[in-house]
């Protein structure tokens, strides 16, 4: 029965029972516990034939017969506001008979932004082998483990659930070893998923990290006290080192962004032993560079580190004659890649937060530059989000949360609309738009009408719009509103929900009416108690909106090019408004003025939060040098200088209608569900010659002034070449 009950729910998601229990040491909690955990299991039969369910609060490493089976498992907790996320595994080293198994669990104990902590550090263990099960139980010995310990001075910022490490290797032991005598410890307290606050148990839905071993760091030099090791780029590292001490020495490990962004992030303590020894932190970290400081009379024998992250590939790119458009890419895919993890991150710094803004510019990118893998990180956030929505349906990020709540409308529009849609044109999964659908509606109907036909301001908890300055907030709302009455109609009909779509677009009708009324002088959209500069945003939302006319255009144009007070968060709508025009010179010409300073430094492999290193502080701090929100350049680059777009969703089909904008070559390759697209692109004086390799059927649009040579325009999957000719 047992076995039936596990499989219906795993359908959907849940993977726990009402009896399950949380193996617990009985110790209050406290912050940055670490726990080790033992048990055996006896097995039998198929032992190839097993599906291990685990959880912990927060993080855990584990190992069966002295063997590491996996690295920092589990997920930052908060699949819904009760719930925890459960891993489900293969075991690898399980073998016929007795098998110990041990498990460092690391809880975190501190509330974040995107962390949810409960009062119950402990352990969830389900071992199905065939069909038989064998549960952790209070045969299970646990205790604190001596080594590791919370180091003084200063901590993490708030918005952080993660703490500082510190290690003492002379208290080290190695209870992972299948001989190391648990004699000592007590017996594990056994409590309900209830009473422990875990509640359901929902299967992770994105994979275990990737792990790319233990590596050399690109250079290493050192000055006194101070080692400054350098990596090739910004990463997710663990760093590592193996020294001869005497004993006693206090080494410090940082990166160079450990005030990234302003307040303090995560750093190591390790306090050396006696004799040579290895150490790797287990808490990861980010940067260019990592430092140790390592006291004279210490020997460094060799420094290294670790690089995880979430597994996908890298496997798009692009590159063209510009040397400055194939940077800002390359640089936009670096910085994407180093904010995901357990979610998306604004930054993987000073917050690791998954603010719905950020992601919704992040989703668009990972269809462009990482494999399909990529878009479990892009579901999991929308689920979330949807999940998270609060009884007055209120939608908020970041979420998960721990200690924050605020809703900024803004950014919660542009999920709710263009974000879920271009979600689904990229990846094709309707199962996640019927899924969100419902908590949908009661967002989008909890904004009201006023007489006027506008819709009524809400600040939210946070009235916030973009960084940048001059913003006509009030504009900005209605134009979002009216974006997000488009794609939410057009998610509706997707599910079938054909009423409530055509209440959207009927709403969303009146309402432009209303907007045009009010916000239009015939030169530029403002709102009438505007008094700042004209917004280059609302202007760009307008026709993203569907309110400016044709004859309107070069208007709005003529304001885009003169005006620049977006933020890189709010650049990429103005790129993409300028791009749909059909100005995509214009839109490139503009991002490489604006994107210059981040292309031409070389200190950094990624982009930054605001536009100019000479202004980084502010906000009480300073802004963030990797920033996934600054990444329009991959999509204006992609999306509209290549010209490669979904004409059926999850890239079953594509569209390519380069637009070269005085480049004589590109060439780039989408990842996509059914294999690499690939295009390469050369231009001569009047002609264009295009070779494509696609794994899907591809429709071809002439750029402008060129015609299609042969007229062929349907291409099937396969290798093609396309000349595109002037027109006389």
Same mark, same amino acid.
């Given at each position: 029965?047992r076995?039936?009950?596990?499989?219906?729910?795993?359908?959907?998601?849940?993977?726990s029972?009402?009896c399950?229990?949380?193996?617990?040491t009985g110790?209050a909690?406290?912050t940055?516990q670490w726990i080790m955990?033992?048990?055996?299991?006896?097995?039998d039969g198929?032992?190839?034939?097993?599906?291990l369910t685990?959880?912990?609060d927060?993080?855990?490493?584990?190992?069966?017969n002295?063997k590491?089976e996996?690295r920092?498992?589990?997920l930052?907790?908060?699949p819904?506001r009760?719930?925890?996320? %459960?891993?489900v595994?293969?075991?690898?080293?399980?073998?016929r008979?007795?098998?110990v198994v041990?498990?460092?669990?690391?809880?975190?104990?501190?509330q974040?932004?995107s962390?949810r902590s409960?009062?119950c550090?402990g352990?969830?263990f389900s071992l199905?082998?065939?069909?038989?099960?064998?549960?952790?139980?209070?045969s299970?010995r646990?205790?604190?483990?001596p080594?590791y310990?919370?180091?003084?001075?200063?901590?993490?910022?708030?918005?952080l659930?993660?703490?500082?490490?510190?290690?003492?290797a002379?208290?080290?032991v190695k209870?992972y070893?299948?001989k190391y005598n648990?004699?000592?410890?007590?017996?594990?307290?056994?409590?309900?998923?209830?009473?422990a606050?875990?509640?359901?148990?929902?299967?992770?839905?994105?994979?275990?990290?990737k792990?790319?071993g233990?590596k050399?760091?690109?250079s290493v030099?050192?000055s006194?006290?101070k080692w400054v090791?350098?990596l090739?780029?910004?990463?997710?590292v663990t760093?590592?080192?193996?020294?001869?001490?005497r004993g006693g020495e206090?080494?410090?490990i =940082?990166t160079?962004?450990?005030?990234?962004?302003?307040p303090?992030?995560v750093?190591?303590?390790?306090v050396?032993?006696?004799?040579?020894q290895?150490?790797e932190?287990?808490?990861w970290?980010?940067g260019?560079k990592?430092?140790?400081?390592i006291?004279?009379?210490v020997?460094?024998?060799?420094?290294k580190?670790?690089e995880?992250?979430?597994?996908c590939?890298l496997?798009?790119?692009?590159d063209c004659?510009?040397?400055?458009?194939?940077?800002?890419w390359?640089?936009?895919q670096?910085?994407?890649?180093v904010?995901?993890?357990?979610n998306y991150m604004?930054?993987?710094? =000073?917050e690791r937060a998954?603010?719905?803004g950020?992601?919704t510019?992040?989703?668009?990118e $990972?269809?462009y530059?990482?494999?399909?893998?990529?878009t479990g990180? $892009?579901r999991k956030?929308i689920?979330?989000?949807a999940d998270w929505q609060r009884?007055?349906?209120?939608?908020?990020?970041?979420?998960?949360d721990?200690?924050w709540n605020k809703?900024?409308p803004?950014q919660?529009?542009?999920?709710?609309?263009?974000g879920t849609?271009?979600?689904?044109?990229?990846?094709?999964d309707?199962?996640?738009i019927?899924?969100?659908?419902?908590?949908?509606?009661?967002y989008v109907?909890k904004w009201?009408?006023?007489p006027?036909?506008?819709v009524?301001?809400?600040?939210? %908890?946070w009235?916030?719009?973009?960084?940048g300055?001059?913003q006509?907030m009030?504009a900005?709302?209605q134009m979002?509103?009216s974006?997000?009455?488009?794609?939410?109609?057009?998610?509706?009909e997707?599910?079938g929900n054909l009423?409530?779509?055509?209440?959207?677009?009927?709403?969303?009708?009146?309402?432009k009416?209303?907007i045009?009324?009010?916000?239009?002088n015939?030169?530029v959209?403002r709102s009438?108690?505007y008094?700042?500069?004209?917004?280059?945003?609302t202007?760009?939302?307008?026709?993203? %909106?569907?309110?400016v006319?044709p004859?309107?255009n070069?208007?709005v144009?003529n304001t885009l090019?003169?005006?620049?007070f977006?933020?890189?968060?709010?650049?990429?709508y103005?790129l993409?408004?300028?791009c749909?025009m059909?100005?995509?010179n214009e839109?490139?010409?503009?991002?490489?003025?604006r994107?210059r300073?981040?292309?031409?430094?070389?200190?950094?492999s990624?982009l930054?939060?605001?536009f100019?290193?000479?202004d980084?502080?502010?906000?009480?701090?300073?802004?963030?040098?990797?920033? %996934?929100w600054?990444g329009a350049p991959?999509?204006?680059?992609?999306?509209y200088v290549a010209?490669?777009?979904?004409?059926?969703?999850g890239?079953k089909?594509v569209e390519?209608?380069?637009?070269?904008c005085?480049?004589?070559?590109?060439k780039?390759?989408?990842?996509?569900?059914y294999?690499?697209?690939k295009?390469?692109?050369?231009?001569?004086?009047c002609?264009?010659?295009?070779e494509v390799?696609?794994p899907?059927?591809?429709?071809?649009r002439a750029?402008?002034?060129?015609y299609?040579?042969?007229?062929?325009?349907e291409?099937?999957?396969?290798?093609?070449?396309v000349?595109?000719s002037?027109?006389?």
């Open positions: 029965m076995q039936i009950l596990t499989f219906i729910i795993a359908i959907f998601g849940i993977v029972s009402e399950a229990n949380v193996m617990s110790v909690p406290d940055s955990f033992r048990g055996e299991v006896e097995v198929d032992i190839h034939n097993n599906e685990i959880a912990a927060s993080k855990y490493w584990l190992w069966v002295g590491l996996v920092e498992g589990g930052k907790r908060g819904n009760t719930g925890t996320y %459960a891993d595994v293969q075991l690898k080293h399980l073998r008979g007795r098998n041990a498990v460092l669990v690391w809880y975190w104990g501190r974040g932004f962390h409960s009062d550090p352990l969830y199905r082998v065939g069909n038989r099960i064998c549960e952790g139980d209070g299970w646990a205790a604190l483990h080594a310990y919370l180091p003084g001075g200063e901590i993490p910022n708030f918005r659930s993660e703490s500082n490490i510190g290690f003492d002379g208290k080290d209870f070893e299948e648990d004699s000592a410890w007590d017996r594990v307290r056994l409590v309900s998923l209830a009473e606050d875990w509640n359901e148990l929902v299967a992770r839905p994105i994979p275990q990290w792990d790319y233990l050399e760091y690109k030099t050192h006194g006290d090791c350098e090739p780029y910004n990463a997710q760093p590592y080192l193996k020294i001869k001490a206090v080494i410090d =940082r160079d962004q450990y005030y990234g962004g302003g303090a992030n750093r190591a303590e390790y050396a032993r006696a004799g040579t290895e150490y932190n287990l808490g970290m980010n260019h990592v430092i140790y400081e006291p004279d009379g020997d460094v024998v060799s420094l580190y670790r995880t992250g979430y597994d590939e496997s798009g790119s692009f004659s510009d040397p400055i458009l194939t940077t800002l390359h640089k936009s670096r910085t994407l890649y904010t995901m993890r357990d604004d930054c993987p710094d =000073r998954q603010w719905i950020d992601v510019n992040e989703l668009v $990972t269809f530059s990482l494999s399909p893998e990529a990180l $892009t956030c689920r979330e989000f009884t007055d349906s209120v939608m908020y990020s970041p979420v998960p721990g200690n809703e900024l803004m919660t529009m542009a999920m709710v609309g263009l849609w271009n979600y689904f044109l990229g990846s094709g309707s199962a996640t019927r899924y969100v659908n419902d908590a949908y509606r009661r109907h009201e009408i006023e006027s036909g506008l009524k301001y809400r600040k939210g %908890a009235d916030w719009g973009d960084w300055t001059e006509d009030q900005m709302c979002w509103y974006i997000m009455l488009e794609y939410y109609a057009r998610q509706c997707l599910v009423r409530e779509a055509e209440w959207a677009r009927s709403t969303n009708h009146e309402l009416i209303a045009r009324a009010s916000m239009w015939g030169r959209w009438p108690n008094t700042g500069q004209t917004d280059d945003r202007q760009a939302l307008a026709f993203l %909106a569907g309110l006319r004859e309107e070069e208007q144009l090019i003169t005006t620049r977006a933020s890189p968060y709010m650049e990429r103005v993409e408004a300028m749909e059909g100005y995509v839109a490139v010409e503009r991002m490489k003025e994107y300073p981040m292309a031409d430094n070389t200190s950094y990624t930054w939060e605001i100019d290193l000479h980084m502080s502010g906000n009480g701090g300073v802004w963030s040098v990797n920033h %996934a600054s991959l999509i204006v680059l992609s999306k010209g490669i777009k979904p004409s059926e969703p890239f089909a390519i209608s380069p637009m070269l005085g480049l004589e070559k590109v780039t390759v989408v990842p996509t569900g294999g690499l697209l295009v390469a692109i050369e231009k001569s004086c002609r264009i010659e295009m390799n696609s899907v059927p591809v429709k071809v750029p402008k002034g060129y299609v040579e042969g007229g062929k325009q291409l099937k999957a396969g290798k093609h070449k000349v595109f002037k027109k006389k």
